[in-house]
């Protein structure tokens, strides 16, 4: 960024820590806000820090929300909870529109080379929300990676004895893929066709 004065340089540097965006997009991105109207660039900024301010976790699910509990917590029967690994795998799986059910994120998969065990992610608050609930079936949808897998197993073993039935998303998404890069079809697909673990 050396032919950069510093603000765009500073804003070009900024954009590139976003996830997937290069040193080109980042360019691209500081140059439109440099062009575009001070109401633009204001509205943006404004965007930003509200996101920061106002979205929180749901008390029950753990997703992003606005409100909490958040709106799929106040609506839907949780007698189904689909467990995945992020926030942006609610919307993915919502999207397809074959779970009507409730969700609980993890903010994450049990990965020792990463140093991340089950007290490292919301198991806990798994096991808490389904003793005290009228839980019939938890579906495990965390990736089809080998992270994913374990936690799946992990999850599983634990909630087994207490009598409910626990599935696994079929593998119609591919081994090492993605939730959220899953198309609709396949996700719909995915969750009507899940197995017993």
């Known amino acids: 960024m050396a ?11 900024e954009f590139s820590k976003l996830p997937g965006v290069g040193k080109k997009t980042a360019q691209r991105y500081a140059y439109s806000i440099v062009k575009g109207t001070d109401e633009n660039a204001k509205n943006f900024a404004d965007a930003l820090l509200n996101v920061k301010k106002e979205v929180k976790f749901c008390e029950i699910c753990g997703n992003y929300t606005d409100t909490s509990p958040c709106k799929i917590c106040k609506t839907r029967k949780s007698d189904v909870i ?10 993915a799986i919502d999207k397809s529109n074959g779970f009507n059910g409730t969700y609980h994120v993890l903010h994450g998969t049990i990965n020792p080379m990463a140093n991340i065990g089950p007290n490292d992610i919301r198991i806990k608050e798994l096991l808490e929300r389904i003793q005290t609930g009228s839980t019939k079936e938890v579906i495990v949808a965390t990736n089809p990676d080998v992270e994913g897998e374990a936690t799946a197993m992990y999850i599983a073993k634990l909630i087994k004895p207490f009598g409910i039935k626990v599935t696994r998303i079929a593998q119609g998404v591919a081994m090492g893929s993605e939730l959220e890069f899953a198309d609709e079809v396949t996700l719909s697909r995915a969750i009507a066709d899940r197995r017993e673990i």
């Open 82 to 91: 689909c467990v995945v690994k992020e926030p942006k795998d609610v919307i």
């Open 3 to 13: 032919n950069e004065i510093e603000p765009i340089a500073r804003l070009i540097n």
